[in-house]
């Protein structure tokens, strides 16, 4: 089996028993051959050329909760499976997430910016002023798993909350308060939208410029779900003319490439892709990931396929 090498650290050997194992680095393309099972990250494209390369492929196991990387059609065509890694990087991400919320309301860059540049004269009543939360609206566009647990760590913040969701989430709702409206009612009444949707044909560039314009002057938008669900270069417009208030971005169109004029927008945080970057979390990725694989070549069903 093909295994994406940046993983090996994460991995025990008895994780790998009885597995045969090329490791295929970030930097390599995808080889022609008769492997059986591939691992990639979620940066690797498994399309039609790849998979028809790899003929004896049976499964394709993402190590990611995402698998916007692989095609599912040309997949499911050539009978290949399709597994990823839900649940063990909800709240991790959720905690990104926040930290996303309270360093756009806060303008926790600008404050840092500040201090190391030297240019800090002193206490001001109105130096970086930010958003207080208590009070405010947090538009969960999605209510997933993520979605929700990011929802979860709201009421203490004293927001409340409103949500997108294809179904009610009644469980959510007499928890947190959440109230579920339709998308045009959430950009236009939230203080702070959150996206949590998968990338989809449905949902690339539901943030464009018509969308942004409907939704309040001064709110914060955060992204810890796929880059492609905005239009960069239209969220970096909407921030220079100050319709916007900040933008929390953890995902991009074209990692790791930027569209340099949102690069250069003003009140932004952006990170490199880290929403579930912690130890504990991205050992259970690649655990999950390799245990899919174990379980559909001992003949088992995978763990958790995504169709
Ligand atoms: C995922 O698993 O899809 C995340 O984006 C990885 O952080």
């Known amino acids: 089996m093909l295994i994406a090498a940046e993983l090996k650290n994460l991995l025990e050997p008895s994780q790998l028993a009885d597995l045969d194992i090329t ?3 970030a930097d390599q393309p995808t080889p022609k051959g008769d492997w059986v099972a591939i691992v990639p990250l979620l940066s690797r494209w498994v399309g039609g050329t790849q998979l028809k390369n790899l003929p004896n492929l049976r499964i394709v196991a993402n190590c990611a909760v995402g698998y916007n990387n692989v095609d599912l059609v040309a997949a499911e065509m050539r009978k290949v499976l399709v597994t990823n890694t839900p649940g063990v990087l909800t709240e991790a991400t959720a905690d990104l997430t ?3 919320i309270l360093a756009t309301a806060r303008r926790l860059i600008e404050g840092v ?9 002193g206490w001001h009543p109105e130096q970086l002023l930010g958003l207080e939360l208590r009070g405010r609206i947090l538009g969960l566009f999605g209510a ?3 979605g929700q647990a990011v929802g979860r760590r709201a009421p203490p913040f004293g927001l409340r909350i409103l949500y997108t969701a294809r179904t009610p989430k009644p469980d959510f709702e007499r928890e947190t308060g959440a109230a579920r409206v339709d998308p045009t009612r959430l950009l236009a009444e ?3 939208v959150s996206l949590h949707v998968p990338a989809s044909p449905e949902t690339k560039g539901i943030i464009n410029g018509e969308t942004l314009a409907r939704m309040k002057r001064g709110a914060i938008l955060i992204n810890t779900s796929r880059g492609d669900l905005i239009r960069e270069e239209a969220l970096a417009m909407a921030l220079e003319r ?10 991009y169109t074209d990692e790791p490439a930027i569209h340099p004029r949102l690069l250069a927008a003003p009140r932004t945080v952006l ?3 880290i929403g579930s970057a912690t130890e504990e979390t991205r050992r259970n990725m690649a655990a999950i990931a390799v245990a899919n694989v174990q379980s ?3 003949g088992k069903p995978p763990l958790t396929p995504v169709y």
């Open 296 to 298: 559909v070549l001992s």
């Open 98 to 100: 926040w930290a996303l």
């Open 242 to 251: 100050g319709h916007l208030g900040a933008a929390g971005l953890d995902v």
């Open 23 to 25: 490791w295929l680095a």
């Open 113 to 121: 910016e500040l201090v190391r540049s030297g240019q800090w004269t």
């Open 271 to 273: 990170l490199p892709h």
């Open 144 to 146: 997933g798993r993520i």
């Open 190 to 192: 939230s203080d702070i």
